[in-house]
């Protein structure tokens, strides 16, 4: 959204493919130059790429809730855990006696619960005033005892199911690529509650709400060991590509790998990697092609609209409130597909490594630096925003021993290099800030 | 002596906890409420805020410790409290001439300021990470009980303790005194009225000749010593752990928003309410009911402690959907 506008010399079509020139020239010298700043290895460059397209889908849906509709997500890491949770239930494959443990009753305990709000929610509206707000309350109490008094014993049967390997509900062994659309699903129904509830009041009060969400999304998926198993994580999630060791094994490949002058590991890696690649650069490039015809249809110059001036496009009769609904379930969703992405790359699901600094603000930073409202700018903000995070690792502590250089050595010397990488998020907050003042429709503008 | 055992119990694990918990979240939602009150915007760099000046309080304290010095039974991290006010005062003074003024000047729209706000948690984030990084630290020292549990089972004779801690007691003093402050000065003072005045309506305080950037000044300058206030009592009593702090930023907001947002008597009420809701809600209340007579089969928990975010996150989705505006009727714009 923008508050002032930049010169309009900034929008030629030229600028976008230079910025884009710049940040493959990048990941060339990184792949490809062996020296102080860039590691000389593809399979380095091509997992900074592989994890950067993986934000840029997350900051296309960020870019979809604010840059057309000015709406505030910051639980962004929560939707993104919850998609994270469909290639669990879906692909992985089922745990033996652990349906028959508990299932039945967890299903049961599910049901209750979804009555029990349905109910709260019919009590709310059909009672009286007087009565309305305690009847509410007395369902929802009665509700959560029973849902308890169901879900309790389910859970723990199903937790001391071969605790060791599994004590999870398990998956239903489906291709992971099935599980995709799930993870949007999922998102969209949390985004939908939250939404639901929080829209239509002030505008912070949805920032509030879904940094709320996100943290509770995060805790659930932390402490509720039956559904993926908690911090014990989640491994050997299945691939949509070939594994390393089968490619290692294969003598065709190990031929054609050194016909290409590599040995054979490195060249198997760098094969997975690139297939994972082509599959996220097709997901990259459909989601821009829709969001685009999204954006130049009726409707998308509708949600321009209201972004623009929410009261003159509700005297024109559009609902704002319902708009916004709309636009924050498809962004969210978009959200929980880049999550099930991110499992199915790592192949791992660790709910530990959920933080809010990571997959919530460090998107907006994408979001903001690329230009909000632009979706090839959200695609241009994360590739390099990512790229400069991972190296900043890299290049902080290397920048720090040179600064220091002067200093003795010495225990402010070493502390100094030893903090260098938690400068990064000074940069960031700082990159933020900047293009926020000076530059806010960021690197390619809103046209 | 049953009786007697339960209430001893809930004062020990509910009553005591909440009550100390609830004057840190007060003084962390007054300075949310008093910011949203007069900058009229919701501040996420608050928690950092709060991190940052607790890091530089222990710091201070590291170094007053290896003088030497010391505040008795107290604390020494009292002594250094006000030194890291000033501080950290300074630094959100510069982030207001930097980044705030800014938007106040084009009268951005009030999440562009939100944004704003991000970045500058970002930039105090990792300040606070720079300057102690993010392990977990206890830096209480003096006197670590008023009372413990084996000196009142010996002065009751009752089968269940009692234990107040030295930081508990200086959390309610230290809050209660800040409040005060805070109070007097907004209702007896000349800057005060003034304030009141601006966050009321900024043009006709603007045309009475109150000037715009001094009360600008003083509100980021009160919410600041509040915020280290309440961060330096948080982190004595549990312990200092920057993601901690992020994390305490939902029940502020919550206190705050529950109360209404820009009202400070609300921001109270509402940091009162959510610590007893949370810590009334993950106690387990077995051992109660069976000094009652009663006999569970459970624990008696309603929520496990780690779900202790998600009920602050609760009640202020039933105020949104009950009354946005907040139980004291805060600002609705």
């Given amino acids: 959204m923008s508050t002032t506008r930049q010169a309009d010399t900034s929008s030629s079509p030229l600028r976008g493919l230079l910025l884009f020139l710049i940040i493959a020239v990048l990941f060339v010298l990184e792949g490809a130059t062996r020296n102080a700043m860039f590691s000389g290895s593809w399979n380095s460059a ?18 979809m809730i604010w840059g057309y509709g000015g709406l505030f997500n910051a639980g962004v890491v929560g939707f993104v855990a919850l998609g994270g949770l469909a290639p669990i239930l879906i692909s992985t494959p089922p745990v033996a006696g652990a349906w028959a443990a508990g299932g039945p009753r967890l299903i049961l305990a599910l049901a209750v619960g979804l009555a029990t709000l349905v109910l709260a929610i019919v009590a709310a509206n059909r009672l009286s005033r007087g009565l309305r707000f305690w009847g509410a309350a007395l369902v929802l109490i009665v509700g959560y005892v029973l849902t308890r008094m169901a879900f309790d014993p389910a859970v723990t049967a199903i937790e001391a199911n071969n605790p060791a390997e599994a004590g999870n509900i398990g998956g239903l062994g489906l291709p992971i690529l099935m599980s995709w659309p799930v993870g949007m699903l999922l998102a969209a ?17 949805l920032a509030i709400a879904t940094l709320g969400i996100g943290e509770i999304i995060v805790a659930i998926l932390k402490n509720e060991g039956w559904l993926a198993r908690g911090v014990l994580n989640m491994t050997g999630v299945p691939r949509p590509v070939p594994y390393e060791l089968a490619l290692q094994s294969n003598p065709d490949f190990v031929a054609a790998a050194a016909r290409w002058g590599m040995d054979a590991a490195t060249a198997s890696g760098i094969y997975v990697k690139l297939c994972y690649t082509a599959i996220f650069v097709a997901v990259v490039l459909t989601l821009i092609l829709l969001s685009q015809l999204a954006l130049y249809s009726p409707w998308g110059r509708m949600m321009r609209a209201i972004r623009d001036n929410e009261t003159a496009a509700a005297a024109m009769g559009k609902n704002v409130t319902r708009r916004h609904l709309q636009l924050f379930v498809l962004g969210s969703a978009v959200i929980g597909l880049s999550g099930a992405m991110m499992v199915t790359l790592d192949g791992l699901m660790a709910p530990g490594g959920y933080n809010p600094l990571r997959y919530t603000f460090l998107i907006w930073v994408m979001v903001i630096v690329g230009g909000s409202g632009n979706n090839w700018g959200a695609v241009l903000g994360a590739l390099l925003i990512w790229f400069l995070w991972i190296k900043a690792e890299v290049w902080g502590p290397a920048l720090m021993s040179l600064l220091t250089l002067p200093l003795s050595e010495g225990g402010l010397r070493r502390h100094l290099i030893e903090s260098a990488p938690q400068m990064r998020y000074v940069a960031m907050g700082l990159v933020l800030l900047l293009v926020l003042r000076f530059a806010p429709r960021g690197l390619l503008p809103e046209r | 002596m049953d009786l007697m055992n339960a209430l001893v119990a809930i004062l020990n694990f509910v009553v005591i906890p909440a009550t100390s918990y609830g004057a840190q979240l007060a003084l962390g939602a007054l300075g949310v409420t008093l910011i949203y009150g007069i900058l009229r915007f919701s501040n996420f760099a608050h928690g ?44 959100v003074l510069l982030t207001d001439r930097w980044v705030y003024r800014h ?120 919410a600041t010593a509040l915020a280290v206030t309440a961060g330096t009592l948080y982190g004595l009593d549990k312990s200092f752990k920057a993601f901690n702090y992020f994390q305490i930023l939902l029940p502020i907001f919550a206190a705050a928003i529950v109360g209404g947002l820009g009202n400070p008597m609300g921001a109270i009420a509402g940091g009162f309410l959510i610590a007893f809701s949370e810590v009334a809600l993950t106690y387990p ?46 600002k609705a714009y």
Avoid at chain 1, 46 to 63: E, K, P
Avoid at chain 1, 194 to 205: H, Q
Avoid at chain 2, 156 to 167: C, D, K, V
Avoid at chain 2, 297 to 317: C, D, H, N, P, R
């Fill in chain 2, 48 to 91: 950092d805020t709060m991190a940052f000046g607790t890091a530089i309080v222990i710091l201070l304290t590291w170094g007053l410790q290896a003088m030497g010095v010391s505040f008795g039974p107290l604390p020494t991290a009292l002594l250094a409290l006000p030194v890291a006010i000033a501080l950290t005062a300074v630094l």
């Fill in chain 2, 285 to 330: 209340w077995k051992k109660i009911a069976e000094y009652l007579g009663f006999e569970p089969t459970g624990l008696l928990q309603m929520l496990g402690t780690e779900y202790k975010l998600a009920i602050s996150f609760v009640i202020l989705i039933v105020v949104l959907l009950v009354r946005p505006t907040g139980l004291f009727r805060g």
């Fill in chain 2, 103 to 222: 938007y106040r000047r084009i009268k951005a729209a009030p999440i562009v300021v939100v944004m704003a706000s991000v970045g500058v948690m970002f930039v105090m984030n990792g300040l606070t990470r720079l300057l102690i990084g993010v392990g977990e630290i206890q830096f209480a020292d003096g006197a670590r009980f008023v009372v413990s549990v084996a000196e009142f089972k010996k002065w009751t004779g009752l089968a269940e303790g009692l234990s107040l801690r030295t930081t508990q007691v200086i959390t309610l003093v230290v809050a209660a005194l800040a409040v005060w402050a805070l109070f007097w000065f907004l209702n007896r003072t000349r800057s005060g009225k003034a304030m009141r005045a601006y966050a009321d309506n900024e043009d006709l305080a603007l045309l009475s000749g109150i000037d715009p950037d001094r009360v600008v000044r003083l509100t980021w300058i009160i």
């Fill in chain 1, 189 to 205: 129904i949390a985004a939908w509650g939250v939404g639901k509830v929080a829209l239509g009041l002030r505008s912070d009060y």
């Fill in chain 1, 46 to 63: 091509l997992s900074i790429l592989n994890m950067g397209l993986i934000s840029a889908v997350t900051a296309l849906g960020v870019n």
